[in-house]
């Protein structure tokens, strides 16, 4: 947990300070740093549950192919 907490840490970090290098607003910076993380942790589950999804598909695919003498 502690790593996952300093993950956050540096990430928010890194996308405030892109932010405001990039616009020099320190609000916009806050804002982008608070919103991209939340939506990229969907879009992470999101992402995840399409490639379970792809190897559950593939799994049973495999079980009905005959195996190779």
Known sequence: ???TLTFACVHFS????VTWLLTGSWVVGGLIALVEPA???V?????????ER???RRDAR????????
């Open 1 to 3: 947990m502690l790593k």
């Open 14 to 17: 890194v996308a405030f300070t």
């Open 39 to 41: 939506i990229n942790s």
């Open 43 to 51: 879009a992470y589950f999101l992402h995840e549950k399409a490639w």
């Open 54 to 56: 792809l190897r559950r």
């Open 62 to 69: 495999d079980r009905r192919l005959p195996l190779a003498a």
